[in-house]
């Protein structure tokens, strides 16, 4: 009979406002790998408050069952948050702070002093130093650490971030860890390699998994059983194979409202806009032999690149191969764009133009982004801030722009949103208000880099719908990067693959 590791029996929360709809009755147990899985604001996040004890149960609901020889309590529980997915936050972290080197405090923790710390905070729970010694060295082979062990964390790309972060949370080796969307982030090489180590690791370390996913197409071959959260009600555990044998499909978009909704907007007038003084370019982005270096570090190899207006462009590769330095550059978010020979709307860099005239015609969301929006707003105030192309709101709207800002929160579903505070709605609804953000002011470039982050399969499909009708907008052009080819709108007519430096 299998030993149960976590069980809740009964279980409400103590404060109604992180509790379920119903009470949660539960097990896991050894030998098992389990998904719980859900669409975005289903109530994934307070089951997981749950299961880790953040959030006190009635009644003593909650038992961890730990073997004696473990010799382990109840804080030997690992949770890899979605907000650590770009690193820790804190008032000095700002969003172009990876972009503007001369800014970094000598002091920021590079990746090796980040793991050598939480080597020796898990040996302080379970001592087993040659093992974790030798994971340590696996994980940083198996995630290409080892070639980044002196860099500064703050000046990780994303994926890399995501890695480090992931590599934090093994190290731990802990008796139960959770893990939340595991695989956002990853290229196709680094999400095949942690797959395959999830699928060792209840062998070789006596550790139950749980993964927290918005999509089952990326379910590991370890998974045994799935949990279904729905409507923040927790249903029955259930094999994988009998959850396969009768799963959801995505529910798809209304075509006929998304079309007519984007359609209904005006269109801009740019014969009039002063940065056009002779007109739209035919040309949006012009790169000649750009290349940027960091401290003796080549990030984006020398490249040669001209995007045309009306073009869709998916800009690929692996984690580390410039592309979110690359669309830095394009959204002038880079100081180095004024050492680079590049060309946006027609006008070179550093003629004359500040990055708020080359804001105002881009449309933009990314990792960074996310991580760095800690605004206490509103989601209409956030999605209300694209007009103004700043972090927060600093600037009121006026009322054409918030009732703008409120269509586009009603194309992307999320027009319910509108008074709640951002910071306390899922990471799912937080990625939608970011992806309405960008739509706001009708920009004549859309950058989206990693759209989807965190999304379901239904919002994903939203999102890629909405896109394709955006574009079919005059004076329309896209570059968006993703590491799921199954993310891409059917807009996308050109690629562009960059390959990390060597």
């Known amino acids: 009979m299998q030993q149960r590791i976590i069980n809740i029996a009964e ?27 859900g669409p975005n604001a289903a109530g994934k996040s307070r089951l997981v408050d749950m299961l880790i004890g953040a959030v006190p149960l009635r009644g003593n609901a909650l038992h961890y069952d730990f073997a004696p020889s473990d010799g382990l309590a109840s804080d030997n529980i690992q949770y890899l948050a979605f907000s650590d997915a770009y690193g ?10 990876r972009w ?32 974790r010694a030798s994971l340590r060295d696996r994980l940083c082979t198996l995630f290409g650490l080892d ?26 080796m802990p008796r139960v860890l959770v893990l939340d969307n595991p695989f956002i982030g990853l290229d196709m090489a680094a999400r095949s390699d942690l797959a395959r180590l999830l699928t060792q690791l209840p062998d070789e370390f006596q550790i139950l998994t749980i993964l927290v996913l918005s999509r089952d197409d990326v379910l590991p071959e370890a998974v045994t059983h799935i949990v279904p959260v729905e409507h923040l009600q927790v249903l029955p555990k259930l094999p994988v194979r009998d959850y396969l044998a009768h799963r959801p499909a995505p529910v798809p978009p209304s075509d006929d409202f998304l079309r007519e909704a984007i359609a209904s907007l005006p269109e801009k007038d740019l014969s009039v806009v002063s940065f056009y003084p002779q007109g739209p370019s035919p040309e949006i982005v012009r790169c000649t032999q ?71 015609h881009i449309g933009y969301v990314s990792p960074e982004l996310h991580r760095a929006f800690l605004s206490d707003v509103t989601c209409l105030e956030l999605v209300a801030s694209g007009h103004f192309d700043t972090v927060g709101l600093f600037r009121h709207p006026d009322e054409a722009q918030m009732a703008v800002s409120l269509h586009w929160m009603e194309i992307f579903g999320i027009a319910h949103l509108a008074e709640r505070p951002y910071l306390r709605v899922s990471s799912g609804e937080q990625r939608l208000c970011l992806l309405a953000r ?23 499909l939203r999102a890629a719908r909405i896109i394709d009708f955006f574009m079919q907008r005059p004076h329309k052009t896209l570059i968006m990067v993703t590491h799921f080819a199954s993310e891409l709108p059917a807009c996308i007519n050109h690629r562009l693959a960059l390959r990390p430096a060597l």
């Open 147 to 172: 070639r980044h062990l002196d860099c500064q964390v703050v000046t990780l790309s994303s994926g890399e971030l995501r890695k480090l972060y992931l590599a934090r949370a093994l190290l731990a």
């Open 438 to 460: 960008a739509f706001v002011k009708d920009p004549e470039l859309l950058v989206l880099d990693e759209p989807m982050h965190g999304l379901d399969a239904s919002n994903s």
């Open 11 to 37: 279980g409400l929360a103590g404060n109604p406002a992180r509790s379920m709809a119903s009470p949660v009755s539960l097990s896991l147990c050894d030998g098992e790998q389990v998904v719980l899985l």
């Open 88 to 97: 820790v936050s804190d008032e000095n972290y700002y969003y172009q702070m």
């Open 290 to 360: 750009v290349s940027v270096r960091y401290d003796g570090r080549t990030i984006l190899q020398p490249l040669d690149w001209v995007v045309r207006e009306g073009e869709c462009w998916a800009l690929e590769g692996p984690n580390g191969s410039g592309k979110s330095t690359l669309l830095s550059l394009i959204c002038a978010d880079n100081p180095q764009g004024y050492a680079c020979d590049i060309a946006l709307f027609g006008r070179r860099r550093g003629t004359g133009e500040s990055i708020w005239d080359i804001k105002r």
């Open 100 to 131: 503007n080197r001369q800014d970094l405090d000598e002091a920021l923790p590079t990746v090796s002093d980040l793991l050598d710390r939480a080597f020796r905070m898990a040996e302080r729970r379970r001592r087993m130093p040659e093992r």
